[in-house]
């Protein structure tokens, strides 16, 4: 099939691939604009853009600002693709766009829909405590996320699954799904079946407020976040006036002493060579890898040989 790729963020990487090897025409991949990140401010490639460059799409990629406008509407009419398969592309495509290709806009989306719909499946599934997951291949409606369903794919949710680790499994999956979705909607054996709206919920944008620990919470609830939130924008404290973001943690219940159990949350209530505990407002966390403020990730190991942490000291 003669295919326009839509996508941005490394998960889309892996269904673009996927589908040149399965022998499909990639006749355009559309990106977001290339953005300046860091001290530096230096102009990055998005990772499909950088995909697209490794297979030797260089003069077929588009990355414009706003695709709904009529300059880039009548490109994708020039090109007059077969379908255009959209993967956390990060823009939503107008009803110009989605009647352009002979077989509609086929988006893969991070969630079993109609559970999670928005841009943040992934992370509220591990927010939830989830046990599966998966990806969802559906035709694209006006809604958000609202199409009619084509198939899905699970995948399990491991106890230690961060938002980067379950992201990658759903790459895979969704490389799998959207291959064998173009096949059967190809040969005409593609079944539609609509959403239960009933059983949605909708996920919004992250923000890094989000990221903020209320200790008082309970610990199961905080070590989830600190995974959903991991790469992006991480979980954070302040220790010793300083700014320190918790990559991994562990939960663990408080200790039996009355020490302990007088502390308030947020509270270091042990500390040994190789971690320290923060009590929480149930249960505690063993501080397992962090990120001080001005520094990279590093283990809890690495941070007590350089930092002095003491019982009683108060996070946040």
Same mark, same amino acid.
Request: with cysteine.
């Given at each position: ?150 198939? $899905? %794919? =699970? ?6 699954? /961060?938002?980067?680790?379950? @992201?990658? &499994? ?91 159990? $007088? %502390? =308030? ?6 500390? /040994?060579?190789?971690?320290? @505990?923060? &009590? ?37």
């Amino acid at each position: 099939m003669k295919i326009v790729y839509m996508g941005t963020p490394d998960f889309a990487t892996r269904p673009l691939r996927r589908l040149a090897e399965a022998g499909h025409e990639i006749a355009a991949v559309f990106t977001q604009p290339d953005r300046q990140k860091g001290r530096g401010k230096k102009f990055t490639f998005s990772d499909v853009k950088e995909a697209a460059l490794e297979m030797g799409l260089e003069g077929y990629i588009y990355q414009p600002e706003k695709l709904r406008e009529a300059e880039n509407v009548e490109i994708l009419k020039q090109i007059n693709p077969d379908v255009i398969v959209v993967a956390a592309y990060g823009q939503i495509l107008s009803e110009d766009v989605l009647n352009i290709p002979k077989y509609g806009c086929v988006n893969i989306h991070a969630s079993l829909l109609p559970k999670y719909r928005g841009a943040s499946p992934v992370e509220a599934a591990i927010m939830n405590g989830d046990e599966k997951t998966g990806v969802t291949i559906m035709y694209m409606a006006k809604g958000l996320d609202t199409g009619d369903m084509i198939s $899905a %794919a =699970e995948v399990e949710i491991a106890a230690d699954d /961060t938002t980067e680790s379950l @992201t990658e &499994k759903l790459s895979v999956a969704g490389a799998e799904a959207i291959v064998d979705a173009l096949k059967n909607i190809e040969n005409g054996t593609s079944v539609r079946t609509p959403q239960n709206d009933e059983e949605s919920s909708y996920c919004g944008k992250l923000d890094k407020e989000m990221g903020r620990i209320d200790f008082s919470e309970d610990s199961v609830k905080i070590e989830r976040l600190i995974r959903a939130l991991y790469p992006w924008p991480c979980t954070y404290t302040e220790m010793g006036g300083k700014g320190l973001k918790i990559i991994g943690a562990e939960v663990v219940p408080v200790p039996e002493d009355e020490a302990a159990a $007088a %502390a =308030e949350p947020g509270t270091v209530i042990n500390v /040994t060579k190789k971690n320290f @505990t923060v &009590k929480c407002g149930s249960g505690a966390l063993i501080i397992k890898s962090l990120q001080p403020e001005g520094k990279k990730v590093m283990d809890c190991v690495a941070f007590l040989n350089g930092y002095k942490v003491s019982v009683g000291e108060k996070l946040g």
